[in-house]
């Protein structure tokens, strides 16, 4: 399930950003461009952390943008944008942003939990973080 709302077309990797309402941005680029959601949604999230703090950031390293399900999202799905250089979020370094666009409560959580088998694993937390994006693409889709 999780290759399938996650492809390698939604998937960037770049050097360094700026800040880290530039990093959600880009992220959402590829779920904008395939209409899975609309620019409101991108607005939430941002909006979201200034407004909550930096919840997203649930691992060293590693954020999960998203707003509330089913608001500006036409349909499942996620994209990750991997950066080189640590962004700064609300005091938090990022270099992995994994972008969800949820359509309701329940629909993503069995992604959401094949995610964190693969990140509980240590060595393939340190690929994630410190690895290419390819690295994480083999992690990402292996069976």
Not at 6 to 31: C, F, G, N, Y
Not at 34 to 46: N, R, T
Request: net charge negative.
């Amino acid at each position: 399930m999780l290759k399938d709302l996650l492809p390698r077309a939604h998937m960037q990797q770049v050097d360094h950003i700026e800040t880290w309402e530039e990093a959600i941005k880009l992220a959402s680029e590829p779920l904008l461009k395939a209409d899975y959601i609309e620019e409101a949604y991108v607005d939430h999230m941002i909006a979201s952390v200034n407004q909550n703090g930096p919840y997203i950031v649930l691992m060293d390293y590693f954020a999960l943008p998203h707003a509330k399900a089913g608001e500006g999202v036409n349909q499942l799905g996620m994209a990750l944008l991997k950066v080189n250089q640590p962004v700064d979020l609300k005091g938090n370094p990022v270099k992995v942003f994994l972008v969800l666009a949820a359509i309701d409560a329940d629909s993503h959580m069995q992604s959401l939990q094949e995610i964190s088998e693969i990140l509980s694993d240590e060595a393939n937390y340190k690929s994630f973080i410190n690895g290419d994006l390819e690295e994480i693409v083999l992690l990402l889709t292996a069976e």
